[in-house]
Every structure is written in C-alpha cells, then in structure tokens.
C-alpha cells in the first residue's frame, strides 16, 4: 500500500467536510442503508467529541458518518479506491448497501478497492461507522467496565483523552491496472557517494524504469523492480537541512505508460555506535519534544495550520525533534518533518500495556500486567499488526530515525520479556535499517527492568522532583543522576530522556520551589540539564510536553495535563524560554 498521490497515471477525489453524522443509540438498526436520521453534521477531519454542545466525551461505542458522492466520470479503466487516513479505533465502510473494508486500530490507515462496486458517473452513499472502544485486545489497550449503578465506562491506562472520529483525510482515488503497489527506499553512503536502494512491488507485468530526480535533472536511473543508484557527492538529509530528490518509479508496456509513481528521497544513514546515534557518521543530540495531536475543538483532527505553527514554535525553542508519543501521526507531519529536517522518533500506540502504572504511585495492589487477562497473546498479536502497519506506512521518511514501539510498559513484570522479545524481532525483521527502543517507566529502575538489553537505545520517563521528590530539587537532582549513571554502567548505549516535566499553571508564579508554578517548571529543567551534561551516555532530551492537552476525568488532573511548555492555545509558560536559552545556546 503506497499513499495516494496525483501523477499522470493517478488521480485523487477529497472527501473531507461536512460529514452527516449520527452517535449510535442502537436505535437504528443498520444505519448505513438509509440517510442518517437528526440533523447533525460533523467535521472531517476533526474528532467528534469537542464539536457538539453538549460535548460527546462521554460517548461509548460506534458513530456513524455518511456523505453523498459522485465518482468522477473520468474514471474508467482505472481501479477505484477508497483510503482513510485513520478511523479512531475501529472503522467498517459501506458504500450504498455493501460493506466494503472493516480496519481495527486508530492511527494508521487502510483502504478499499471499490473496482467492482461503483461506476465512474455513478453517486453511492458512503457510511463509516467509526468505534472508539478499548479492549485487551487493541492498542492501545484498554476495557470497557459497567459499574454497580449500570453505567457504562471505559478504562485505559494512559493519560490523554481518548478523542475519536475521522482524524484525518479520507479520500478516493484511482490506481491502473497495472500499478506499482509499494516502494522501499533505504539509502547508504560510500565516501561522499550516496546509494539509494529500491524495491518496487506491482500489480501485474511490465518493465520498471526508475530515476533519481534531482530538481529537474537526472541524479541517476535504474530499471528493473530491484536496484541501487549511486549519486556521486551526494547532498545528504541533515537534520535542520533537509534535502529531498524525488525517485520517480514508471511502469511500461511496450512504449506506454502504465504507471508513474514518485516519492521523496532523503540519502542519510543512522546508525548506533557504543554510546552515540550517528546520523550521517556524525553524533546527534536530540533537544526536543513529546508531543500529542491535541487541539482545542478539533482534538486528534488533523490541521494543518495547527501542524505548521507547532513546528514553528518547536524552531522557535530551537529544538530539532520530537516523538509522536503516544501514537503515529498523520503522514503530512512526517512529510513536513521530511521537507524541513526534523528528527523523528516514531512511536506505536501502544501506551498503557501496565496495569501498575497508577498503583506505583498510590500503593494500590498489584495486578498481573502479561496475564491471560490483560496483556495476553490477543495483544501481543495486535501489537504486532501495529508494526506491520507503522512500518509499512513509514519506512521510507529521511526523518524517521528510531522505532519506539512501546510506552512504560511493565517491563519489571513476569511476562514482560516473553511478550516483547518476539516484537522486537519483528520490528527489526521489518526494518533492518533503523534502530529501536522503548521508554522506560521511572518505577522500574536499571536492577529491575527485564528488557532493556532488547533495545540499541533505552528511552527513560523521568519525574524526579514531580511525582518522587516533589518540592525537593536537591534529592531530585542526586536521585536523577545516581540512577542515570547506573543506566549507563549495566547496558552500555545510548540513552535519551524522553520525558521530564511538571504540571504547570500558567500565570501561577513562585519566588522558590513551589510546585505548579513556572519558576518550578522552569528550575526543573535547569535541574535535567545539569545533571544530564554530566552523564555522557545521555544522548537527548525531550522534554514532557510541548504544549498542555486534554485528558480524561478524574481528580489526578485539572482541566487536562499541564505539563505543556506552551499552553493548549500555544502561548509560552516561563519553562519555553529556559529550554530556547539552553538550545539556542543564548
Ligand atoms: C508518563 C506518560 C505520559 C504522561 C506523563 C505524565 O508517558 O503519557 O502524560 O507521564 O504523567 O507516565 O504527565
């Protein structure tokens, strides 16, 4: 599966607007056989949640969306398909009376070939109906309880809101017949020569024909479904200078054209050397962010205008990174990520596997986290398809460097190394070019974590001085380091802070060491930093979060987690201007 593009064998209708929309009640029996019932009409792309008054965050089970639309015309000869973006967490396709795809899974995209159903000058009904159930047997993970009173709720163990809807564009569009139908490119250097190897899978038989654009002229050319083009003195993808050529893949029959299919190419190697991420033979340190999609109104909806002034803010701090905790984003973050030299940590959504993670802190009993009850192998098997999905959809974005497939896990747990020895694997089968890891959880130090050795990184959460030693930065600072320099002596590579942060109130202001306020936020850093400049292994930081986001109920937050740098509405709290001191060195 290649993302749809335009080019002069493809062509690509947008469906997103104003969708009719109708939250299942159950009282319409197979809604997609008729016109939606009400008068609600919905966003795409957007999660529903936030957009009606009253809200929907209480919403449990399956929405419905639905629109008109006419194939073009044009379309005849041509395979039609219909590709979502994303459907959060489940999604099932009708067109007219016909259910064309179903897809579990809420952050990657699936589509469906509606060849043999619609005919180009012919209007179908569309229906989605979209599902934002959690289960163990999802991922994220997470179970649906009714409480003694019978109502029901969902459970999951991490800590954003669980927004739904159609996040991101749906759109239908045309392949031929005889098609390419996916393209890998890993890149390589050799001296100051770039190597840029592809494999082009297609759908039927015809000779491949591959250039390397660069601008307009030829960087080189290749044909054959399989092959290498070297480009002498390569311009390489550098993180903050990106460079971008285009491989540009065609398919003929004899002299026609049946296919063309191009994508960005950035030539650039990483690699994990002792304690250093090399990235183009040269050691990065990664400053940055985890972040969420999170907006006011729109949620996890995709916009770009949101998108660009994030990366704005981002520049303005001068960081040159983030991570797409807790899940993967829409592709044109990645894309833009490519365009303008962003280093990408590229996460799974599977967050939460930990059924301990509330109890470290409070002291509540322990409950079995890799259990036929929870974490079992239903999970692993989603997980794994998870992979297959991220990988499939990423693996060819310069900016992407390193997989996290997981969030603080259970990873001290029984369990923990039989249910993730096997996703490593596979993640390494999948792509041998990119190296992984996984972020640890601070109740699970070095002596007890089962799996870091899996890993060519360890990625660490650390809140010392918030949830441990709150109020208290001299323990804080003596604990971080104590623990990061045992890290660093057991497992011998590199180490990257992934998280570090404290919830904040902006406009709340201390003279001292007073929890929640910027001055805190702000000392806290200086804390992280000190320490970290004295750890060598310590490869990058990434501070929690880039901006305050929305979470679910409960008395643990007020008003969402307030761990931004920025506010949800992107204003800067004191802490952004002690992170753009110490990156932009000032
Ligand atoms: C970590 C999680 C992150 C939370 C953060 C926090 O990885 O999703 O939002 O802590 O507590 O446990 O703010």
Request: include cysteine; charge should be negative.
């Amino acid at each position: 599966m290649v993302k749809p593009i335009e080019t002069p064998t493809r062509e690509i209708k947008n469906l997103d607007g104003l969708w009719r929309f109708l939250p299942d009640t159950g009282d319409v029996a197979e809604p997609w056989k008729a016109v939606l019932p009400g008068s609600l009409e919905c966003p795409v792309p957007a999660s529903y949640n936030d957009i009606f008054v009253p809200s929907l965050r209480e919403h449990l089970g399956k929405v419905w969306y639905q629109r008109d639309v006419r194939i073009p015309r044009g379309w005849s000869d041509q395979r039609i398909f219909i590709r979502f973006d994303s459907a959060t967490h489940a999604g099932e396709v009708y067109i007219d009376d016909t259910l064309v795809v179903k897809h579990i899974g809420g952050y990657l995209p699936f589509e469906a070939d509606l060849t043999q159903k619609v005919k180009p000058g012919q209007q179908v009904r569309i229906t989605v109906g979209v599902d934002n159930t959690l289960t163990n047997e999802t991922i994220p993970p997470g179970q649906l309880l009714t409480n003694q009173y019978g109502k029901k709720q969902q459970k999951y163990w991490h800590d954003f809101f669980n927004f739904a809807g159609l996040h991101r564009s749906v759109r239908l569009f045309t392949k031929p017949l005889i098609a390419v139908e996916d393209v890998t490119v890993t890149t390589d250097l050799d001296g100051s020569t770039g190597v840029v190897n592809y494999n082009v899978k297609i759908a039927g038989d015809a000779r491949v024909e591959v250039d390397l654009l660069d601008v307009d002229q030829s960087a080189g050319s290749s044909s054959g479904a399989k092959g290498s083009i070297r480009v002498k003195d390569a311009k390489l993808w550098q993180p903050g200078a990106a460079y971008l050529y285009t491989l540009r893949v065609r398919l003929y029959n004899n002299s026609t054209l049946d296919d063309e299919y191009t994508l960005p190419v950035g030539i650039r190697t990483v690699r994990v050397e002792g304690t250093q991420i090399l990235i183009n033979n040269k050691p990065f340190y990664f400053t940055g962010f985890g972040k969420h999609e999170d907006a006011p109104v729109k949620g996890k909806g995709h916009d770009d205008a949101w998108m660009v002034h994030d990366f704005e803010l981002m520049k303005w701090t001068g960081a040159n990174s983030f991570r797409t905790s807790h899940y993967p984003y829409a592709e044109d973050v990645l894309d833009y990520a490519d365009r303008h030299g962003w280093v990408v940590i590229d996460e799974t959504p599977a967050v939460g596997l930990n059924l301990n993670i509330g109890g470290g802190i409070f002291g509540l009993d322990f409950k079995p986290t890799f259990s036929e009850d929870f974490a079992n192998s239903r999970t692993q098997a989603a997980h794994k398809q998870v992979l297959r999905e991220l990988v499939q959809r990423d693996k060819n974005h310069p900016s992407v460097v390193l997989w996290c497939i997981t969030n603080e896990p259970g990873s001290n747990e029984d369990g923990a190394r039989e249910y993730f020895e096997p996703l490593v694997k596979l993640t390494r089968e999948l792509d041998p070019t990119r190296p992984i890891t996984y972020t640890n959880l601070q109740m699970v130090p070095p002596e007890t974590d089962r799996i870091a050795d899996l890993f060519d990184v360890i990625g660490l959460n650390r809140y010392f001085g918030w949830y441990e030693f709150v109020g208290d930065f001299h323990s804080a600072e003596k604990k971080l380091e104590a623990e990061l320099l045992e890290w660093e002596r057991r497992f011998k590579r590199p180490l990257l802070m992934l998280e570090y942060g404290t919830d904040t109130v902006a406009g709340l202001h201390s003279t001292g060491e007073t929890p929640w306020s910027e001055e805190y936020q702000s000392g806290f850093y200086d804390l992280y930093h000190r320490v970290f400049d004295r750890v060598e292994a310590l490869r990058g930081e990434q501070v929690w979060n880039f901006a305050d986001f929305a979470t679910g109920p409960g008395i643990f937050r007020v008003d969402g987690n307030k761990k931004g740098v920025f506010t949800r509405d992107r204003k800067p709290k004191l802490a952004a201007h002690t992170l753009r001191k110490r990156w932009l060195k000032q």
